[in-house]
């Protein structure tokens, strides 16, 4: 474990709702710190490509469609065992199941509209966070 990266998106329904500063100050408290921070609009391209994994399954369209449907704040995050511990400070991906005081327990209103997404593994961090930063970006 040590000291890990993960990546991060605040989602348009999120940021919409004007959430990012009461996401940000959660992600901050739980002791992860942000050291990559950009507020930018998806282009359907990067969204199909960082969601091809989801490509075959039915909710693949209407995912892009959501992720390109207003900003989003791409992150990078670094602590202490940072991906299992971004992971609880999100909740579960469906916020009915979400544990009281997480992300998406307090902001999110459906499964597809989850505000925030954290990478669920330490591969899958290093694949998804040079689809948005460059090291010069990231500022440990
Ligand atoms: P995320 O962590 O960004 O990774 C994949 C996303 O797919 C997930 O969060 C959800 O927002 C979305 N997703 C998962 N299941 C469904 C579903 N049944 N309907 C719509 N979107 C979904």
Do not use: C, W
């Not at 901050?28 to 998806?42: C, K, V």
């Amino acid at each position: 474990m040590g000291i890990e990266r993960t990546f991060s998106i605040i989602k348009p329904d999120a940021t919409l709702a004007n959430k990012t500063g009461a996401i940000n100050a959660l992600i901050e408290q739980s002791g992860l710190r942000i050291i990559a921070q950009r507020r930018i609009r998806m282009t359907k391209v990067q969204a199909q490509q960082f969601y091809a994994v989801h490509s075959e399954r039915p909710f693949y369209d209407e995912l892009v469609e959501f992720m390109i449907s207003g900003p989003v704040v791409v992150q990078v995050l670094e602590g202490e065992n940072a991906i299992a511990k971004y992971r609880e400070v999100m909740g579960a991906t469906n916020p009915a199941e979400a544990a009281e005081g997480t992300i998406r327990k307090l902001y999110a209103k459906s499964v597809g509209e989850n505000s925030v997404h954290g990478s669920d593994a330490a591969a899958t961090a290093a694949e998804e966070i040079p689809q948005f930063f460059s090291e010069d970006d990231i500022v440990g």
